[in-house]
């Protein structure tokens, strides 16, 4: 174990399709990260800059290879992310931590099971979905609803915001709102998103996913993530997006999802959830992370 007393942090800079992230080795640093830390090295004017912070660690899981912790550009940590469990993939593999592959990852709801394929691409085994108003911590009580195929909609007052706003609800460990859009381009998304991530029905927030379908095979989306504002692409968000598709009789399995960040490509038979997009390493670098947090705000 490296002798940290210095709080010298070893980093690396990855993107998945645009959705960026500070991968930490917890493994070969001793790492116990904090809110403020983690804020700190997400800010964009101040520190590195990124979407989300990844922390690898040993697992707790007998059947894990390794822990997979996320923390939202906030602070907060959350239970899953798709584009940054490829990071993840690519980063053990790169610096030598492990050359199993498929790896196992332990997250907060379970394990997840990963390939890196030799096209520079991974596939992710993305874990349970689900779809009752329980499983995203939703409050239902009095809303108007409707079926769309096997889907149940449901409609949210946002307030000052004119029109209805109609969703799916979808849970891949972190929960989604699904909005069918005519446009994502034009779609007030920078006006809509917060009001629907942080509507008073989520007990935990929630991530908003505007979709565009295309084709049976093609939609386009755009995403604000919970705790992280629009980001160039959710890999769990474009995973609830087919999803919702899917069961409205929109789409069907496989899927192209279309991102600002770049495409990821969604298979889904009604029970396996799989995730194939790409994972990019940056650069490299080290940090004092006392005095990048010097004087912020815990």
Not at 15 to 37: E, K
Not at 86 to 110: D, K, M, Y
Not at 263 to 292: N, S, Y
Request: charge should be negative; include cysteine.
């Amino acid at each position: 174990m490296q002798d940290n007393a210095a709080m010298i942090w070893n980093f690396t800079k990855m993107h998945g399709a645009g959705n960026d992230f500070v991968v930490l080795d917890g493994v070969r640093q001793s790492i116990d990260l904090t809110p403020a830390q983690a804020r700190a090295l997400a800010d964009r004017h101040r520190g590195i800059g990124a979407d989300q912070i990844l922390l690898v660690e040993e697992p707790l899981h007998p059947d894990a290879d390794f822990r997979y912790r996320i923390f939202n550009a906030d602070g907060g940590e959350v239970e899953h992310c798709g584009n940054g469990a490829r990071c993840f993939v690519r980063f053990v593999h790169e610096q030598g931590l492990s050359r199993r592959n498929p790896l196992r990852a332990e997250i907060a709801t379970g394990l997840l099971v990963l390939h890196e394929s030799g096209d520079g691409q991974v596939s992710v085994d993305m874990g349970r979905t689900a779809f009752t108003p329980q499983d995203l911590a939703f409050d239902p009580a009095g809303l108007e609803t409707r079926a769309h195929g096997k889907d149940t909609l449901y409609r949210l007052d946002l307030s000052q915001e004119p029109g209805e706003v109609w969703c799916s609800l979808v849970a891949i460990s972190n929960p989604h709102a699904v909005t069918l859009v005519d446009d994502v381009d034009t779609h007030p998304v920078a006006r809509l998103g917060p009001a629907i991530e942080s509507h008073p029905r989520f007990a935990q927030r929630v991530n908003a996913g505007f979709m565009q379908v295309i084709d049976r095979h093609h939609i386009r989306l755009r995403v604000y993530e919970r705790g992280a504002g629009e980001t160039l692409a959710c890999g769990t968000g474009a995973c609830a997006a087919a999803v919702a598709g899917i069961r409205r009789g929109l789409l069907d399995s496989p899927v192209r999802v279309d991102t600002r960040g770049g495409a990821l490509h969604i298979e889904w038979d009604g029970q396996a959830l799989c995730m194939r997009g790409p994972a990019t390493t940056v650069f490299h670098g080290k940090i004092d992370i006392d005095a990048l947090t010097d004087g912020t705000p815990t």
